[in-house]
Structure formats: structure tokens, C-alpha cells
């Protein structure tokens, strides 16, 4: 297993939606290269252009500009009858609703990849009856998807996602539907999966309880994305509505009495703005009041 | 894809029979209209097919029955029964017209026959007599029930009344009905002497009829001479045309009819599976693949609209007939044929809308899913 080589590049990725004055940068000059066995986690703020990027880096949606590269393949450069065959066999994805088909049971949900690359069945469905093993789900093997659990649902999601055992695996907020045990167990499979198998794994997700399991933590906020792995969050209260905001990454703020006070949202700086001696008599710089947390 | 594909339309089995039985009510409209033309067709040339003869012959020029007019004056029935090869002749005078019973007007074609050395009268009778004396008629007995009429009843033709002696059985159809009565009778009606409209040729063991056609209007002047078999097609080819755009355009709403409801079924199930649409496309199905998979469940839906149409047709075509005699209905391997092809168009385009529809769905959604 080559674990220095690349499985994921893209450079300058810009998405843009809207024109003129409605223009919207949800994507920023990404740049990004993800090795063979990397866990890579994608966190940042809701709207920060999370599933957009990996909408691009999956081969979904075109880049306004910017290029991506799989397995050496610039998927950006391929014609849109080209990108169905490069998603079924170089990426798997994961969803949070885990997008299961209904009309079909477990192991046909599992090899339905496989036979959309019309090639020989017999190695897709000794791969299925492995995964079927290795995911705990011979039991369900004929169940249909509405008969499971959350946590079985993802973990049939995850060997659909391996069926064609594709070089990275997408995941949008696996974790997202399940409850601690399963979003744990599921997290496990995906960091086994990348240990094990050498795949790359992307993963979006806003849960911080899965922070450390990942190679590198990368954060996006208004599109742009910086590595943070190395951070602490110090959390603080917003001290307008009380919301738990992280100091260290929080960009609205203001100086009252000599003392530093964050905010959720430009708003609640507004209404601060209004009359802050009535917010401030409950704290005394929300760095320092007495419901300050900080976390690794 | 396929295994989605076929499962995805048994999904929702209540959905899919509904979808199947509303398409099959439009097929089942189209095979209707089509029995109906057929079997209007068969019965209008009935008489024809049924009336003992080989050979037709007639007024120069004239090569049909239905509505046609041909006058003969009656010698020439003997010039015809000297050609050589004539086994036999029998002569009828005929006239369209209207036949009123209790009130009520029906277009009939009136036969006049030479009682009592015919073969050319009714061939099955429901009650009496076949063969009508003067001052007498047969009618058909589907028209007797329609008009409340039984035998020793009257009925007036033109300005005359006359007494049914008779109800025959197969003489009935929508466009004409066959009455018969005396050729004196009807020359009387007609106000014409010694005239036949056709003579009817039986020809001896071995003599081809188109021989004996060509034999007859070579040896009898200003006459017309037509194998039997040509005579029946001449005629219901009349009488199919003009009928012809009326059923033409039946069938064509009837197609349109299918191709909505079908094209309505399928985008149904397409906006059904929209979310399973997205999810397949972000998987790796291309665009060709999707179109593939709505084109198959159009098509599922359309052959087993089909099938099941024939099947009510074949169920209910008899018990139609038995409730509403006048109805002559004939469900033919080439109406199941045309139903087959016209399907096959109605699948094409039904698909066309919600193929697009569904290719167009954005792989992208799968994930807001």
C-alpha cells in the first residue's frame, strides 16, 4: 500500500452561484490533496460550502472554476456522460440519510454499484458477502431498508460504498441521523476502512465528538478552508442569547469596558450595541464568565 | 439497474394496478371501437356471404350492394342462366329505404324475393316463416325486440303496411338492416315492372366463378358479372369506408387517450421515485441508463395494459352482445395486432416527458435527500 500517494487533488476550486449583485462564493480558491489511507475530516458552520465541495470533489457538480483530479483522473475536464462511470467506480458516498433504495433488499442495495459497471458479478458478489460479514448484517442480508435500524441502514450505505472498491469514499454527515452508539460504531468502520483498506475518506460533519479520529481536521467558513487540527476551541456564551460560540474562530466581536465580547451572529452584536450595561451586568467579558468551557 | 428498475414499479402494487387498470381502460375503449368496426363490417355483408351464389350479377357499371342502386330488366336472368357453366340463377329486386315500426324509422335494405323458388332469403330463423307472402315481411328479430314488434305485427314500408311473418336471425347490423318481401310487393313499392337489381349465379361442379363472371358479360349485354368472393370484399369495402374516418378517429382518441394516462402513470411514478432517481444518478447511472429504465416501466405498464384490455374485451365482448343485441362486436387477431403497435407508439411517447424528467433529476439532491 503506497500511503504517500495521492488519491484526491484539486487546486483553486471556485463555486459560484447567482450573478451581479446576487452572486453567492460558496467555494474559494480550494485547494486540497488528500493521500491513499487519509481520514480526512470537512467541519465549519452551516452554509460554509461543505456539501458543496464535495458535491465538486464527487463529481456532481461543476466547478465554476478550478480542477479536480481522481486516481490522476481530472474528473473536472470529463464530458457528463463520462462522470456517471468515474463516480461507480472511483467514489463511494455515504449519505446522512443514508439513501437507501427501497424496492431492494440489503445485498441487492449493497451490489446495485456493481452491476451499473456491468462487469462480471460473481467478484461483486463474493466482495458483498464479505462486506455483508465484516459490517455485522448477515441477519438482514434479504431484509428490506425500511426494516432496519439506523445504525444497519449506514452500515448498508458503507458497503454499497465499497462495493466497487473505489479509492475515496464521501461521506456527508454519516453520523448525522444516528444516535451516539451508532455514530460512534459507524465512525469506527470509517476510520478502519481508510486505516485498513488505504481509501481515502472525506468526511463532512458538524459532530465534534469524531474530531479525533481524523488524519486532519480542515475547517471552511465563507467557502475558504484552513487546516485546524492542531486547535483548541475555548467556548464562551453569547452573551445576548446565550448561544456556546467558540472564541478562537469567532469572527463577530466587540471591545466593551476593556473586555472582549463574541457573538453567534451580527445580530445579537446589534442588540448588544443597543445597551450593553444590561448584558454585561450578568458577565464580565464572556471570556470570563463563569460558564466559560474550553475543550480540546 | 434493471433489478431497481422492476422492483421500483412493484413497489407501490396499489399505485401500479391503478396505473395499469386506467391505461387499459383507454386500450379497452380503442379495442371496443375496433370490435364495434369489425363486426359492423362482417354484418353488413352478412346477407352476401350467406346467399347461395357464385357468381353477382348486375347493372353494367355497378360492383356493390350496400346503397347501391342496379336495375336489370328480367330477361336478362334468362340470358344468364343459358351461359354455359350456369348451374342455376335466382333473381332479387332491392331497395334502400326506410322502415317504420311502431313509429320508429330504420333504415333497411329491402330484398324482394320470387317466392317460392328462392335461395336468395333469410338463412336462420328465431321464429315463423322464412319466406314472406304478398302483403308480407320477414325482419330481423334483433329489430322486432328493438321496436316491440312479434310476428302477425306491421310495419310500413314507404307508403304500404305489411304483416311480419317472420323474425330471421344474423340479418341485422346498425347500417342496414335486410327485410324481405315479395319482389312483387316490392316492384309494387317501386313502381316498376319486370326489373331485378342482381341475379344471383350458382355455377355447375368445376366451373371457376371468374371464368364464368368474365363467361357471362362477354354473352349478356350491359351487365356487370362479379365472383362471389369479390362482390362480399367490394362491398364491405363500401360500406368500411364509409365509416372508416368516424372509427379512424375513435381509435385516434382512444390512442390519446392512452398515451395520457399512460404518460400520467409514469410521471407519477417517476415523481414517486424522484429521491431514488437522485440517489441512483450520484451513484453512477448515466443519464441513458435512466431514460432506459422509464422507457422499460412505460413499456411494463403499456403490455400489461394491453394484455389486460384483451383479457376484459375477450370477457366482456359477449356479455355486451347478450345485453344489447343490436351490437355486433368481433374481437380480430388484427385488432389485438393494431392494439400491439399502437401500444408500442403510446409507450414511446408517454415515456419521452417523464424520461426527461427523470434525467433530469440532479444527482446533487441525493444529498439534501
Known amino acids: 500500500m503506497m500511503l504517500n500517494e495521492t488519491v484526491l487533488s484539486c487546486e483553486n476550486l471556485v463555486k459560484t452561484f447567482g450573478a451581479g449583485h446576487t452572486e453567492v462564493r460558496a467555494v474559494d480558491g480550494v485547494s486540497l490533496l488528500v493521500k491513499r489511507g487519509e481520514l480526512v475530516l470537512v467541519m465549519g458552520p452551516s452554509g460554509s460550502g461543505k456539501t458543496t465541495l464535495l458535491s465538486m470533489l464527487g463529481g456532481l457538480l461543476r466547478p465554476t472554476s478550478g480542477t479536480v483530479h481522481i486516481d490522476g483522473v481530472e474528473i473536472t475536464a470529463l464530458s457528463e456522460s463520462q462522470l456517471p462511470r468515474i463516480r461507480a467506480r472511483s467514489i463511494g458516498f455515504v449519505f446522512q440519510s443514508f439513501n437507501l433504495l427501497d424496492a431492494l433488499t440489503v445485498e441487492e442495495n449493497i451490489l446495485f454499484p456493481a452491476r451499473l459497471l456491468r462487469g462480471p458479478v460473481t467478484a461483486a458478489k463474493s466482495r458483498a458477502d464479505e462486506l455483508i460479514k465484516r459490517l455485522g448484517l448477515s441477519h438482514r442480508r434479504s431484509s428490506q431498508p425500511g426494516t432496519l435500524s439506523g445504525g444497519e441502514k449506514q452500515r448498508v450505505a458503507i458497503a454499497r460504498a465499497l462495493i466497487n472498491e473505489p479509492a475515496l469514499i464521501l461521506a456527508d454527515e454519516p453520523t448525522g441521523n444516528l444516535d451516539s452508539a451508532n455514530g460512534q460504531e459507524v465512525m469506527m468502520i470509517l476510520h478502519d476502512i481508510a486505516r485498513d483498506e488505504g481509501r481515502s475518506v472525506i468526511l463532512v460533519t458538524h459532530d465534534p465528538r469524531v474530531e479525533d479520529l481524523a488524519d486532519r481536521i480542515l475547517w471552511l467558513e465563507d467557502g475558504a478552508l484552513r487546516d485546524r487540527k492542531a486547535e483548541r476551541h475555548s467556548w464562551v456564551h453569547d452573551p445576548v442569547c446565550g448561544m456556546r460560540v467558540d472564541e478562537w474562530t469567532a469572527e463577530i466581536s466587540t471591545t466593551f469596558a476593556q473586555e472582549r465580547y463574541v457573538f453567534c451572529s451580527q445580530r445579537c452584536l446589534d442588540r448588544f450595541a443597543t445597551g450593553p450595561q444590561q448584558y454585561v451586568s450578568k458577565t464580565s467579558g464572556n471570556g470570563d464568565a463563569p460558564n466559560t468551557e474550553d475543550s480540546a | ?369
Not at chain 2, 417523464?354 to 441525493?366: E, H
Open chain 2, 1 to 369: 439497474m434493471w433489478r431497481w428498475t422492476i422492483s421500483s414499479l412493484f413497489s407501490q402494487p396499489l399505485a401500479l394496478i391503478a396505473s395499469i387498470a386506467t391505461a387499459a381502460s383507454a386500450f379497452l375503449l380503442v379495442l371496443v371501437f375496433e370490435a364495434v368496426y369489425d363486426g359492423e363490417a362482417e354484418q353488413v355483408v352478412a346477407y352476401l356471404k350467406h346467399a347461395d351464389a357464385d357468381v353477382w350479377v348486375m347493372q353494367q357499371g355497378v360492383s356493390n350492394m350496400h346503397m347501391a342502386t342496379s336495375y336489370l330488366s328480367d330477361y336478362k336472368t334468362k340470358q344468364v342462366r343459358d351461359v354455359p357453366g350456369v348451374a342455376g340463377v335466382d333473381q332479387i329486386l332491392y331497395l334502400n329505404t326506410v322502415v317504420k315500426s311502431g313509429g320508429q324509422p330504420w333504415f333497411s335494405f329491402i330484398v324482394g324475393l320470387d317466392v317460392p323458388d328462392t335461395r336468395a332469403g333469410p338463412w336462420a330463423m328465431a321464429a315463423g316463416r322464412s319466406l314472406p307472402g304478398p302483403g308480407e315481411v320477414v325482419v330481423p328479430a334483433v329489430f322486432a325486440g328493438m321496436t316491440g314488434l312479434a310476428l302477425g305485427g306491421k310495419v310500413r314500408i314507404t307508403d304500404r303496411d305489411f304483416t311480419v311473418v317472420g323474425l330471421s336471425e344474423g340479418t341485422f347490423s346498425m347500417a342496414n338492416s335486410v327485410i324481405f318481401v315479395t319482389r312483387r310487393d316490392l316492384e309494387d313499392i317501386m313502381t316498376s315492372l319486370d326489373i331485378v337489381s342482381y341475379i344471383l349465379v350458382k355455377a355447375e361442379t368445376g366451373v371457376d366463378p371468374a371464368a364464368l363472371a368474365n363467361d357471362i358479360e362477354r354473352d349478356v349485354d350491359k351487365v356487370t358479372a362479379i365472383p362471389s368472393g369479390q362482390f362480399v370484399f367490394n362491398d364491405r369495402n363500401m360500406a368500411v369506408q364509409m365509416g372508416v374516418e368516424t372509427i379512424a378517429l375513435m381509435t385516434l382518441i382512444g390512442a390519446s387517450l392512452a398515451v395520457l394516462l399512460v404518460a400520467f402513470a409514469i410521471y407519477s411514478l417517476i415523481a414517486r421515485q424522484r429521491r431514488e432517481l437522485a440517489v441512483v444518478k450520484a451513484l453512477g447511472a448515466s443519464n441513458r441508463t435512466v431514460y432506459l429504465s422509464v422507457a422499460f416501466q412505460a413499456a411494463g405498464i403499456t403490455l400489461a395494459s394491453i394484455v389486460l384490455s384483451v383479457l376484459l374485451a375477450m370477457l366482456l365482448m359477449p356479455a355486451a352482445t347478450a345485453l344489447i343485441p343490436q351490437l355486433t362486436l368481433k374481437l380480430t387477431l388484427a385488432s389485438v395486432g393494431r392494439i400491439a403497435v399502437v401500444g408500442a407508439v403510446v409507450a414511446l411517447i408517454a415515456s419521452l416527458i417523464p424520461a426527461r424528467q427523470g434525467a433530469r433529476v440532479d444527482p446533487l439532491s441525493a444529498f439534501h435527500a
